[in-house]
């Protein structure tokens, strides 16, 4: 019985060796995503791709979006890891994205106010697994479709523009830039976290999870930015 608890301790130090492996690993890919980005011109074949992929395009074209770019996101070489497809939306200035791969297809939609601030609305379980940059306020809603993970982030932009006053941006960059831009910007960012190596364990295994479910109305309550007050009548 003695053996159980240094049992216990080495197998958590192995896992807290591996996150840490993983945690580099994750950070030298985000940081170099132009090596791993691969334009495409047409969908993969994989008909387990094309059919959720097909529902996607089909909401995407009856809410105002355009066709934007796909490309394959190479995690390892050799592997064509994650293909992504995206779609814009001009009037509201918002991004539809799609990834498919590793066994999952999840949605987003994403919104831009300026170089440090946008939402981003995802259906993945798996949004938080790295901490957001100061200004990126992520939604993430598993399981949701698309209809409601769209009435889901209008609310999330709505209830920023009505506590900050920001207004949503069209970017003249290319949508590939945009992403390549967030992609290094966040690698920068949990880099800069002290001990970040080390806390892999807790950001995927504990952090992720409290975080599904928090609405860009909770993260900028924990920032200290609140609904603005109601105008005071003429008669008080």
């Not at 900050?164 to 910007?185: C, P």
Request: proline share 6%.
């Amino acid at each position: 019985m003695a053996l159980m608890p240094i049992l216990a301790l080495s197998i958590f130090l192995g896992l807290w060796y591996l996150s840490a492996r993983i945690m580099e690993s994750t950070l030298d890919t985000l940081s170099r995503p132009m090596d791993k980005i691969v334009p495409r011109t047409h969908v993969p074949s994989d008909e387990d791709l094309r059919s959720p992929m097909r529902l996607v395009e089909n909401w995407a074209h009856e809410h105002g979006f355009e066709d934007d770019v796909m490309f394959d996101f190479r995690i390892q070489n050799h592997n064509p890891g994650l293909f992504c497809r995206t779609w814009k939306n001009i009037p509201e200035r918002t991004y539809l994205v799609f990834y498919a791969g590793l066994g999952k297809q999840i949605a987003e939609l994403v919104t831009i106010y300026d170089d440090k601030t946008g939402v981003t609305t995802t259906n993945a379980t798996d949004a938080h697994n790295l901490p957001a940059v100061p200004g990126a306020f992520i939604q993430a809603f598993p399981g949701l479709g698309l209809s409601d993970l769209h009435t889901a982030h209008q609310e999330g932009c709505r209830t920023l523009e009505r506590r900050t006053g920001l207004a949503r941006q069209e970017r003249e960059e290319d949508t590939l830039d945009l992403i390549t831009h967030s992609l290094t910007r966040q690698a920068r960012y949990v880099r800069s976290i002290p001990g970040w190596r080390w806390k892999g364990l807790w950001w995927i295994l504990i952090r992720k999870r409290w975080m599904i479910g928090k609405d860009v109305g909770w993260q900028l309550d924990q920032f200290g930015v609140f609904e603005p007050d109601p105008p005071k009548g003429i008669l008080q």
